[in-house]
């Protein structure tokens, strides 16, 4: 897999100060947590488009503009989104962040996640996946590898046996004789997944999501945004059975 950042545009000396200010927001939320987490050096920031407001006003003025901000901007709420599962218009967002080869965020996968799927079946929870690759070339091509098995439509079950294949410890390597073993699993056309193996698309859309997470100054994994609070770490189930239900009664 190369390891070539993918080119960005040009961006707008604002959304510089943008991302500046999320970081703040961002590493004030982590420092209240008490949390294991996987962590990596932090790679250079790069800047993303975004329509985050600007750092203006009273402090709890900005803290409640960035809250709008992760309700309302941060989702994507894409109809047919590979790497989502729940209805479009859930009560709530929550947002992961995650690399196949961190230990907590393969805890997290296979504790929790699957405890939460109730939200998702009532319309409460909407779940939205997104690569922070921080491990080297593996973590990509794991990500990569998750992709091709949504272009057949199977992306969560490919994540869970992905996640449940790999140790929980360390930075596993992931090989192409294991993704592949586990897309045959599946009962995925090997022959497409292969093909789609190999599509630079697939993994620039990795990298655009790393290099996204890291304009918000993302280095813990895994990291979550639930509705309008951000946190970090393999928290426990009731942590965020909490966290859901008081996002819920939060005004929207």
């Known amino acids: 897999m190369s390891d070539k950042p993918a080119a ?7 959304v510089v100060a943008v991302a500046a200010v999320l970081i703040v927001v961002f590493a004030i939320a982590a420092q209240r947590q008490v949390a294991a987490t996987g962590t990596a050096d932090a790679a250079p920031a790069v800047t993303t488009e975004g329509a985050a407001p600007e750092a203006t006003g009273t402090a709890d003025a900005e803290q ?8 309302t901007e941060l989702p994507r709420r894409e109809e047919g989104d590979p790497l989502a599962r ?14 196949y080869r961190c230990p907590y965020c393969s805890v997290f996968a296979e504790e929790t996640l699957p405890e939460l799927q109730g939200y998702v079946d009532d319309g409460t929870l ?12 593996d ?30 410890d360390g930075h596993p390597d992931v090989t192409e004789e294991l993704v592949t073993s586990i897309a045959a699993g599946l009962g995925l056309d090997a022959e497409r997944f292969v093909a789609d193996l ?22 813990s994994i895994p990291s979550f ?25 939060q005004p929207s």
């Open 8 to 14: 960005m545009s040009p961006l707008k000396a604002v």
């Open 64 to 71: 409640e503009a960035y809250r709008r901000w992760l309700l």
């Open 86 to 99: 729940g209805r479009v218009d859930a009560t709530i967002v929550m947002t992961e962040w995650a690399d």
């Open 126 to 137: 909407r779940i939205e996946f997104r690569d922070l690759a921080l491990f080297g070339d």
């Open 139 to 168: 973590s990509v091509y794991a990500a990569v590898a998750a992709r091709a098995a949504g272009e057949q439509g199977s992306y969560f079950e490919f994540q869970s046996a992905l996640f449940s294949a790999l140790p929980n």
């Open 198 to 219: 190999a599509d630079p698309a697939l993994e620039e859309a990795v990298l655009a999501d790393t290099q996204e997470a890291q304009a918000l100054g993302l280095t």
């Open 225 to 249: 945004v639930v509705g309008g609070s951000y946190f970090t770490g393999a928290q426990t189930l009731d942590f965020f059975r909490q966290a859901i239900e008081e996002q819920v009664r």
